[in-house]
């Protein structure tokens, strides 16, 4: 399975992005997908995920009320809309797939997560 996210780029405090992440192949109910994001000296980290069955939405504590995933759309496997950007969000943004989650959980491990698409920049500037 090949994914490729875009979306990214420069944006002031308080502004909005969307991020796309497009599969080679249809993720219902076959994967769950996940949003990682890692900034420079740090370990990359969950963001957001949609169950394979894409009822289940699960967020880190950090970006509840601003972030929100959705997913599931033909070839597109993920979109992460973003609002009420900080600095602190700033980072290479990845969207992964898991065929190990079960049907309606979503794992925040990046051990879980076997697809991996080229990061996309995201830079908040206060």
């Known amino acids: 399975v090949q994914l490729q996210a875009s979306g990214g780029g420069s944006v002031q405090a308080g502004g909005s992005l969307r991020l796309s992440c497009a599969a080679s192949?249809?993720?219902?109910?076959?994967?769950?997908v996940g949003w990682f994001r890692q900034a420079p000296g740090k370990e990359r980290e969950f963001v957001a995920g949609?169950?394979?069955?894409?009822?289940?939405?699960a967020y880190t504590e950090s970006v509840k009320g601003r972030f929100s995933i959705s997913g599931h759309n033909d070839r597109i496997a993920a979109y992460l809309q973003m609002n009420s950007l900080q600095s602190e969000d700033t980072a290479v943004y990845y969207c992964?797939?898991?065929?190990?989650?079960?049907?309606?959980?979503?794992?925040?491990?990046?051990?879980?997560?076997?697809?991996w698409g080229r990061g996309t920049q995201v830079t908040v500037s206060s």
């Open positions: 992964a797939l898991s065929s190990v989650s079960r049907w309606d959980s979503v794992s925040s491990r990046t051990s879980d997560y076997a697809y």
């Open positions: 949609i169950s394979k069955s894409g009822r289940k939405l």
């Open positions: 192949e249809r993720t219902f109910g076959t994967y769950a």
